[in-house]
């Protein structure tokens, strides 16, 4: 019997990296799967974008598990189009047990050179993304008598990273977001956390290289990239082992926690 057998997750920014990690995983215990992303080009990042192809290597590594999923391109700032894809995945696979909202990017910028259009790109995405996401399945979570949401915020939703300053926005407003679903939600046993990753090995994690420069221009504020433990970044899957046990029954009870997977990071 797997950990969360015969439930429902709905995922986004599935295509690759932690997304495609969390169906993968989720799917391995026994869960069916939903899966949005963007999955085309993104303008101002740093590391490439994830393509067509990636979400259909999501969608066979998810049915290599004799898994059901339903993937499709959306972008979670776009209401109408994130919606369609929700209410046709629960309509097929029956029911929603589980959302993950994960779909995001990150632009290094100082404060000076952080754009507007960084900054409404940035916040639209990993902050109003989430908000739809959220807002849009919860109906289907407290039909089904119950569910568990987890936010991916990140180690810069809990302090203030340095040359990050509309993804430090956006993630510490992921917090404030889950503490308002997790108490609103209470009553139907819906239960909302986040995840706070520190550096991951994805393709976003790439984007690291883009803060020699401003590290060798501002050396006092490097030591709080560094992690505690003794490691560079931490993998997809240690990761996903968080989101697994958030959406299982073992954690039935835990709910508006801020859940640092973060080798220490945020100790600093
Ligand atoms: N990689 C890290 O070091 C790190 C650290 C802390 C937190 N995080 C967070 O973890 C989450 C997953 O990131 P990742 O490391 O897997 O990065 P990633 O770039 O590999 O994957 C992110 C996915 O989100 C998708 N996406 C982006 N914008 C979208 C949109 N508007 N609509 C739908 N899909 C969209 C992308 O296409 C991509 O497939 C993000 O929220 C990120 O901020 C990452």
Known sequence: ???????????????????????????????????????????????????????????????????????????????????????????QLGKL?????????????????????????????NLTGVWNTVQLTSRHLIDNGGGSIIMTSSAAGIKGLPFLSAYVAAKHGVVGLMRAYATELAEYSVRVNTIHPTGVNTPMGEMGNAFGPLLEAHPTVGGMLANLLPIQATEPLDQSNAVLFLASDESRFITSLEMTVDAGNTQY
């Open 97 to 125: 047990d589980i959302v993950v909202a994960n779909a995001g990017i990150c632009v290094v910028e100082d404060w000076e050179n952080t754009s507007v259009d960084v900054w409404d790109q940035t916040i639209g995405t």
């Open 1 to 91: 019997m797997g950990r969360v057998e015969g439930k429902v997750a709905f995922i986004t920014g599935g295509a690759r990296g932690q997304g495609r990690s969390h169906a993968v995983r989720l799917a391995k215990e026994g869960a069916d799967i939903i899966v949005v992303d963007l999955a085309d080009h993104i303008p101002n990042i740093a590391y490439p974008s994830a393509t067509e192809e990636d979400l259909a290597e999501t969608v066979r590594q998810v049915e290599a598990l004799d898994r059901r999923i339903i993937a499709t391109k959306a972008d979670v700032r776009d209401r109408g189009a994130l919606k369609a894809a929700i209410d046709d995945g629960v309509a």
